[in-house]
């Protein structure tokens, strides 16, 4: 079955620090997510991605994230300089039907 | 903008009840989706739905569209459908909006 796979699976980084999450889609699908779930809390969106550009973003995805797919087969989200609010577990998705698939997530630990 | 809420928010039952878990939303979708996701944290999508009934395995998710309203059930419940399982809704091929989700515990 096809899967989206994520790395690192775990990233411990520094306060300032900049982190860029690793994403494969799978390889025929067309829209492109991300999402963070903080401690405790619901899933939120971030951005999704189309067409080599973002299609939406949320208030969340400020000017400290970005959001690239550089080679055709990877999608990453890289924030600039990661404050502690930052500490979450992030889930890349991607779909070509109705049907979401995710990753497992890259548990960020901002310290 | 769509609000997602689920009930209960947290559930324990004995191995072998039947489960029941609701969703409701408060706009019209294109279709809702029903998520599991394990103590580990990564998530796995059950169903996608955006009419009437489905079935997998002990699964079962249905939609009324007209109240707004999906339940997911589980029979004869084991300690391995213990989890949280997450209602998210979405227009098109848009992002999905998420609940809160529901704590699942199934005592042996």
């Known amino acids: 079955e096809p899967e989206v796979t994520q790395t690192p699976s775990h990233q411990v980084t520094q306060m300032g620090q900049e982190v860029i999450l690793r994403c494969v889609p799978i390889?025929?699908?067309?829209?492109f997510y991300w999402y963070r779930q903080i401690l405790g809390q619901k899933v939120e969106f971030l951005v999704s991605?189309?067409?080599?550009?973002?299609?939406?973003k949320s208030e969340i995805f400020d000017d400290q994230f970005s959001v690239e797919r550089p080679d055709g087969s990877n999608f990453t989200l890289k924030i600039r300089s990661t404050k502690l609010e930052d500490s979450a577990m992030y889930f890349c998705?991607?779909?070509?039907?109705?049907?979401?698939?995710f990753g497992q997530g890259t548990r960020l630990t901002v310290v | 903008k769509n609000e997602v809420e689920q009930s209960p928010q947290n559930l324990t039952a004995q191995e072998g009840e039947f489960i029941t878990i609701n969703c409701s939303y408060s706009?019209?979708?294109?279709?809702l989706h029903w998520l599991q996701q394990h103590p580990g944290g990564g998530i796995v999508s059950l169903f996608m739905?955006?009419?009437g009934k489905k079935k997998h395995g002990r699964l079962i998710a249905t939609i009324n569209i007209q109240e707004k309203h999906s339940s997911l059930h589980i029979t004869a419940s084991h300690p391995r459908d213990s989890a949280v399982y997450i209602c998210?809704?979405?227009?098109?091929?848009?992002?999905?909006?998420f609940g809160t989700g529901t704590r699942l515990t199934i005592i042996p």
């Open positions: 998705a991607s779909r070509a039907t109705p049907n979401a698939f």
């Open positions: 390889s025929n699908h067309l829209y």
């Open positions: 991605f189309y067409n080599n550009e973002i299609s939406e």
């Open positions: 706009v019209g979708i294109s279709a």
């Open positions: 739905l955006s009419s």
């Open positions: 998210a809704v979405t227009f098109g091929n848009e992002k999905l909006t």
